[in-house]
């Protein structure tokens, strides 16, 4: 019965069952799957403990006989005084004037609307003349379409409950349910659809949450299992002894974090399936140097590393810092960019062919065909979103199927990193080296910008560097912000010949950018106004003073970023956000920016605040749509089913016991098993 036409439901002709098709509903079984976005709450409650502007249902007695204001063509305002426990209060109807004949004072009624906390009214929805008598304290709430009215769709799911309530399979096994008190599949719909109580909702919503998370975590695991057995890699047998001896040669202890990550890196190079690592770490937590021991392993092993890196200036601060711990060991390093002369390229590329270079860092002018490895073990993509798949697939193939890993300095939720990239393993870096001082952030208004300036002015006049980023290139007519432009002219007449003012944005091509930055890096230019452009990892240590014009524009996690230009070197730093948020949002946004560094508590708020569509982007997420689960409030849940999945995947009971059946039909209808075990 459950998989039969819905028209098999009473009261559903023809039209209604092409209105339904309409929203995706065409059997029994697909409109039970269609949950409500939310429920309406009749249960009474005290004004006392209602919040501003709540949905509320009260008892209240009449206090005045109402009046009506007639506000212009079929609009009105029906007002009276009632008595809600210890509150007399205004009840308000728009548009229901005929309900002056049936409210009478001295009656009693049952008010459900909105409750205005400051005014002391209620702005009535819905009305009932006498106590509240009903059942029903909670009524679904679903997303429709076209002239399908919710009192009806109601009906017919009732009836759709009722119909095949003893036909339902369960979809969890018996373990799980019990291991995790989940309630069995009937009552859970009941409690989804037309909930007894708030528990009864809230243990159906448990339910189904984890079992979405679960089937959602199995097609992950699974792929992720899939690709690590058909991928097969080479096991670099590293000399641990002479890595031990390179870590000691380090100018500073490794922190905690930092020895986890090496210690999860060095474990993938032994195996011999091919490492595929995502690694997350803030601005300035030392990935660089991670990086490096990861590279210095490969090569004790007789392998070449290679460091890919989005820009010019980014490689050549990688190959600063590696020649620096590289050179006293013997390790060669070479440097491989567009700007490469043609000479010096040729010895270089017959070099690596012949394997005299160790490791070769560059942009991407390390994929051009003519640059050949000897025998490449390991390969580092830094700030891997800014390439495209296709250019980091090239680089892969450079060698014989060598490890992979992944470097980012925007800090990705663990919530979202293992199901974003589900298919990767995920390293965080998520503490700093010790000693390094916070960046104070402040939060002005525009009016502020003045005393901002003469704090700006106190670090240039001390012989530090500052940075002044604009959300907009030029002036523009529909947006009423700063824009990088005219930014770059109010400074030059605040300053004028004090300081060296330079500009920088999306429009200069690359080469000018790479000059303006050099010319910022080497200390020629004091201030340097830019729009987003300006690098992630870009290091600048004697820049000391952000100022980020509009900052309400920007999202927590690029706030973030922008900052972290600051706050590299010896000198304390300062952030500066100049905002005028209209939204409560937007206030939250600058609160939580004034209130912590850490990149990952932001990246969490960040999620929270827009959700994990908005977080990439809704198109690039490749997020799925969940009826009920929430990744942002559900990530213990997340974290749960993922432990359950992979385990399930290795077990010789997952593929033969009927009680994983739905799951196994699920997870093969999901593709990703193609119809076959991958075990």
Not at 590 to 595: I, L, R, V
Request: aromatic content about 8%.
């Amino acid at each position: 019965m459950i998989h039969e036409p819905v028209s098999q439901l009473k009261g559903i002709g023809k039209e209604t069952a092409e209105n339904l098709m309409k929203i995706g509903i065409e059997t029994i079984h697909d409109l039970i799957w269609t949950f409500p976005y939310r429920h309406e709450d009749f249960r009474l409650k005290d004004l006392t403990e209602t919040p501003h502007n709540e949905r509320v249902t009260i008892e209240a007695r009449v206090e005045s006989e109402p009046t009506v204001l007639f506000l212009g063509k079929n609009k009105s305002r029906l007002q009276f005084t009632a008595l809600a426990g210890r509150h007399l209060i205004k009840v308000v109807f728009f548009n229901q004037n005929y309900l002056r004949q049936k409210i009478s004072t001295g009656g009693i009624i049952t008010v459900t609307g909105k409750w205005d906390r400051g005014r002391q009214v209620i702005v009535g929805s819905s009305v009932t003349f006498g106590p509240k008598t009903e059942q029903v304290d909670f009524e679904p709430v679903y997303s429709l379409k076209g002239n399908i009215q919710q009192k009806r769709f109601r009906k017919y799911m009732r009836q759709a409950l009722d119909t095949v309530k003893d036909q339902l399979p369960e979809t969890l096994p018996h373990y799980l349910r019990e291991n995790y008190q989940l309630v069995n599949i009937q009552e859970a719909l009941e409690g989804v659809h037309f909930p007894q109580s708030a528990d009864h909702a809230k243990q159906a919503r448990r339910r189904f949450v984890y079992e979405e998370l679960l089937q959602f975590q199995l097609r992950i695991q699974a792929l992720r299992k899939a690709n690590k057995e058909n991928e097969k890699g080479i096991s670099v047998r590293f000399d641990l002894e002479k890595l031990k001896e390179f870590i000691a040669t380090l100018p500073y202890e490794l922190t905690g974090a930092q020895k986890r990550v090496v210690n999860e890196i060095c474990k993938d190079l032994l195996l011999p399936q091919r490492m595929n690592r995502l690694l997350q770490g803030d601005v300035g937590s030392g990935k660089t140097v991670v990086a490096a021991i990861g590279l210095y392993a490969a090569v004790t092993a007789g392998y070449q590393g290679a460091l890919m890196a989005p820009t010019e200036i980014l490689a050549e601060q990688h190959a600063e810092n590696l020649h620096m711990w590289f050179d006293p060991i013997g390790v060669k390093i070479a440097l491989l960019s567009g700007s490469t002369k043609t000479k010096a390229r040729r010895e270089l590329l017959a070099q690596l062919a012949a394997g005299e270079i160790d490791i070769l860092i560059g942009t991407h002018a390390l994929i051009q065909p003519d640059v050949e490895f000897k025998k490449l073990g390991f390969v580092i993509t830094d700030e891997q979103h800014r390439f495209g798949v296709e250019q980091r697939r090239v680089l892969r193939e450079k060698g014989e199927n060598p490890d992979v890993l992944f470097m980012t300095a925007t800090p990705i939720p663990r919530t979202l990193a293992i199901t974003a990239f589900g298919e990767m393993d995920v390293s965080i870096i998520d503490e700093l080296p010790a000693g390094r001082k916070e960046i104070e952030t402040h939060w002005l208004k525009k009016e502020q910008l003045n005393s901002v300036l003469m704090r700006m002015t106190q670090e240039l006049e001390a012989g530090r560097q500052a940075y002044v980023i604009a959300p907009l290139i030029e002036e523009s007519d529909k947006l009423d912000v700063q824009n990088a432009v005219e930014a770059y002219e109010q400074l030059k007449a605040y300053f004028g010949n004090r300081f060296e003012i330079g500009l920088m944005h999306g429009r200069l091509h690359s080469d000018e950018k790479d000059t303006v930055m050099r010319a910022f890096s080497d200390g020629e230019i004091h201030v340097l106004v830019s729009t987003t452009v300006v690098e992630v990892g870009v290091n600048v240590p004697n820049a000391t003073f952000m100022t980020i014009y509009d900052a309400e524009r920007f999202g927590l996690a690029q706030l973030h970023q922008l900052r972290g230009r600051v706050g590299r070197g010896e000198h304390q730093s300062y952030c500066v956000l100049i905002a005028d948020p209209k939204t409560d949002e937007g206030k939250e946004r600058m609160m939580s920016m004034t209130e912590t560094n850490d990149g990952f508590r932001l990246a969490e708020k960040d999620l929270e605040l827009r959700g994990s569509g908005d977080f990439f982007g809704k198109r690039q997420s490749g997020l799925p749509e969940f009826k009920l689960a929430d990744l942002v409030h559900d990530y213990r849940a997340l974290e749960t089913a993922r432990q359950d999945a992979e385990k399930m995947l290795y077990d010789e009971a997952f593929w033969q016991d009927p009680e994983y059946e739905f799951l196994r039909e699920d997870l093969t209808a999901s593709g990703v098993l193609q119809g076959e075990r991958i075990d």
